[in-house]
């Protein structure tokens, strides 16, 4: 009998532990407090185990039910959380039949009880005001809480932008031996600051579940620009291969993931896949906790020759651009919407040359060769691509000259139109999307009759001349027109002055024009025409950079300016400005694609012109090629 009592005990304490173990991975995860008919209060529940759980007799609770002026509302028998899932309960209301508790959350904050089905309280959360569009929620699920700007009512709390994700993807369900790399470009928001993950980024499809890892190879972008690109047919985020990223205060991350289509049957030409990062907790984990996916799809494309939705034609292409700089093709000159495709820019430290599962026409004209880009667009293209851009590795901006062509039919005689080549792929020459000027720097300064605009050219080519914009809302308008030199190997000055201007910020770029009609657009500057109280010179931006940046700086006075570029001996690379200036805040842009990576050093030397005022300062900055 002593026997049998014991073993009865074991097992009580076992069911007991058992549930305290699964009542620790259920967890309030999003709180909404401002409900409205049609859209009321609601708590999000979350289960951080892989395992599914029973949250039948469960009660949830504000103050009136702690103190039993209420009664607790009680999760319905057999209600199961998903491992790693999510469920949402109504607070204001009934939420099942049966239910007569309900209890408003107030929009001002209150405290909100979560106790398991022993009567045991779980989780406890006093939440602060939010406003009309935030909820109060954990960061990442399970983790910290904080207040999101962006409400996910059942569904994760890790929020992922898509900055550039082209639309199109090869792909054959079966054996695949013509593979070509994916680019992509996002952010991340919502994990834990500061913190260091382990992921690996994989394709899904509409059927996969939450928490699928997908299908398809990986190339992992390191975040040093000096080291090679990792390709892996079986990333593994215990052993490895597997990605890192490291996210700021925020939570944030922003960065390039690569995937390689193979023959899983999810590449079926013309099945609309997506993207799915999936991350560890941050630390030393071994396993997926987390999941970000894609909202919008990318359609399969395999090689073909026919017109038809589901096929598609190589595209390679020269350039100047740095090795792993990334290009993206694009069917309008101005850059909008999605784009058709996203190439590495080689050599990337990856040998594609003896991978026979790669397209051809990417391991022999692309694979090893510097500045070179390939990649795939659809057969069914009726504007044809007209737009080659090139995007920096080191933050994803674009460089400032954009190759552009107005009807997809490039000088070389590369017709991008509806093409039908299949594995006989388009060749880009670096001469149809050149750089006909290489433009040193673009400044702005404020004097006595408004805006004072200057730029320098190296070398110009075939440059018919310079229509100079300023942004008006949401667009760039042309303000005015400056003849270009045509040809020069020389250091050609150039300049516009701005008198249309009153109190404000101000936005200008410059619109090169080609003589065969080709465009290309600088960088932006910015110009407040308020007057500073110091002298300032900011942190250029980017920074670390490759190859242009730009410099703000203010003067409480007018004043004469001197600002030089210094390497880190001490000697002078280049002075990018020495004139006088009124007060204002001011801008200007180094270009730096004539000198090697490297720490450098910018100065400023200010004086105000009647000689009582003294300004000096140096800042440092990171070249990364």
């Known amino acids: 009998m002593k026997k049998l009592f014991t073993i009865l005990i074991i097992c009580f304490v076992a069911i007991l532990f058992s549930e305290i173990s699964y009542s620790q991975s259920i967890k309030m995860n999003e709180i909404f407090a401002r409900g409205v008919s049609g859209n009321l209060d609601w708590i999000e529940i979350y289960n951080s185990s892989s395992t599914p759980i029973n949250i039948g007799s469960y009660k949830i609770y504000d103050s009136g039910g702690q103190s039993g002026t209420k009664s607790k509302k009680l999760f319905p028998t057999g209600t199961i959380v998903p491992g790693y899932g999510y469920m949402v ?19 001002s904050g209150e405290t909100v009880w979560l106790e398991d089905s022993l009567g045991t309280v779980i989780d406890t959360i006093a939440f602060p005001a939010t406003a009309l569009t935030q909820s109060y929620g954990r960061a990442p699920d399970g983790g910290p809480w904080k207040l999101l700007s962006t409400i996910t009512r059942g569904k994760s709390n890790i929020v992922l932008t898509q900055i550039l994700l082209p639309q199109y993807i090869q792909g054959l369900n079966g054996t695949n031996n013509n593979r070509t790399p994916y680019v992509f470009r996002v952010k991340i928001d919502n994990l834990l600051a500061n913190a260091t993950y382990r992921f690996i980024n994989q394709i899904i499809s509409s059927t996969d579940g939450p928490t699928t890892s997908g299908a398809g190879n990986v ?6 620009v000096d080291s090679p690109f990792v390709r892996t047919t079986g990333p593994d985020m215990n052993a490895g291969p597997y990605g890192t990223l490291t996210t700021d205060a925020t939570g944030s991350y922003t960065g390039w993931f690569i995937s390689e289509p193979t023959g899983n049957a999810r590449f079926t030409p013309g099945n609309n896949l997506f993207m799915r990062i999936r991350m560890n907790d941050g630390a030393t984990g071994t396993t997926a906790v987390h999941w970000a996916t894609t909202s919008d799809s990318v359609k399969v494309l395999n090689y073909g020759t026919t017109s038809d939705a589901t096929l598609g034609t190589g595209i390679y292409g020269r350039s100047f651009a740095d090795p792993k700089d990334f ?51 659809p057969n069914v293209l009726a504007n044809g691509v007209r737009r080659v851009e090139r995007r920096l590795f080191a933050d994803g901006s674009i460089f400032p000259l954009v190759g552009t062509d107005a009807d997809g039919v490039w000088p070389s005689g590369a017709n991008t139109v509806n093409p039908l080549g299949g594995l006989t792929a388009i060749r880009i020459e670096s001469t149809d999307a050149p750089v006909p000027v290489e433009l040193a720097s673009f400044s702005a300064s404020v004097d006595a009759n408004g805006v004072a605009l200057s730029w320098i050219t190296e070398t110009e080519t075939n440059n018919m001349g310079f229509e100079v914009q300023r942004k008006n809302v949401n667009e760039f308008a042309k303000i005015g027109y400056v003849e270009g030199k045509i040809n020069s190997t020389t250091r050609q000055n150039y300049s516009f002055q701005d008198a249309s201007v009153v109190s404000g910020k101000y936005i200008y770029r410059l619109k090169q024009i080609d003589l065969d009609g080709s465009v290309n657009y600088s960088n932006t500057i910015e110009v407040d025409l308020s007057t500073p109280i110091d002298f300032n010179l900011s942190q250029n931006y980017p920074n ?52 090697s990576s490297g720490i450098y050093f910018y100065a400023i030397s200010a004086s105000s012109i009647e000689g009582q005022n003294e300004f000096n300062s140096v800042r440092k900055m990171i070249l990364l090629k």
């Open 219 to 224: 190339f992992f972008v390191n975040v040093n």
């Open 327 to 377: 290009i993206f093709l694009f069917d309008n000159i101005d850059g909008t919407g999605r784009p058709l495709a996203g190439a590495i820019v080689e050599t990337d430290g990856v040998n594609l040359n003896v991978v026979t599962s790669v397209a051809l026409f990417y391991r022999d004209s692309v694979d090893q060769f510097t500045g070179a880009w390939g990649s795939i667009i």
């Open 544 to 595: 670390p950079f490759n190859p242009i940046t730009t410099i703000n700086y203010s003067l409480p006075f007018e004043s004469n300016v001197k600002i030089s570029i210094f390497n880190s001996l001490g000697e002078v690379v280049t002075e990018l400005l020495n004139s006088s200036q009124q007060s204002g805040y001011h801008s200007i842009s180094f270009n730096a694609v004539n000198i």
């Open 89 to 107: 309960i109504i607070t204001d209301t009934a939420s099942f039949v049966g239910d007569t508790s309900g209890f408003g959350l107030s929009s």
